[in-house]
């Protein structure tokens, strides 16, 4: 999984590069077919934002999250991307098993 990490009004150190990397490979054991990751970090003013684009197999997924501590933001940004991922493979794992639905059920007779 490639990550792009970019900073607005604020310095990428290498423990955010890392702490960024470390939190992103979260996501790939729940799903193998990311390929690639662009992770903006901005500050304004009192606010932290973390946001992130997803680019996976069948979809690309974004989130957010902004609150006061950059470290906090990342880890929500995470929680985020991970439900969305789990939720993504669920909709792709069980569209192909689903049974008939309507038409499969047994008819009544009268």
């Known amino acids: 999984?490639?990550?792009?990490?970019?900073?607005?009004?604020?310095?990428?150190?290498?423990?955010?590069?890392?702490?960024?990397?470390?939190?992103?490979?979260?996501?790939?054991?729940?799903f193998d077919h990311v390929t690639n990751t662009h992770v903006i970090l901005t500050v304004e003013k009192q606010s932290q934002k973390a946001e992130a684009t997803v680019h996976?197999?069948?979809?690309?997924?974004f989130a957010q999250h902004d609150t006061e501590d950059m470290y906090a933001s990342?880890?929500?940004l995470i929680d985020?991307?991970?439900?969305?991922?789990?939720k993504h493979k669920e909709k792709i794992s069980d569209h192909n098993r689903k049974s008939g639905g309507v038409k499969s059920m047994p008819a009544e007779e009268a």
């Open 56 to 61: 996976c197999a069948g979809t690309d997924l």
């Open 1 to 30: 999984m490639q990550i792009n990490i970019t900073g607005h009004h604020i310095d990428l150190t290498d423990a955010l590069r890392n702490y960024v990397s470390e939190k992103m490979s979260k996501l790939s054991r729940h």
């Open 80 to 86: 985020k991307l991970d439900r969305q991922i789990v």
């Open 74 to 76: 990342i880890d929500g």
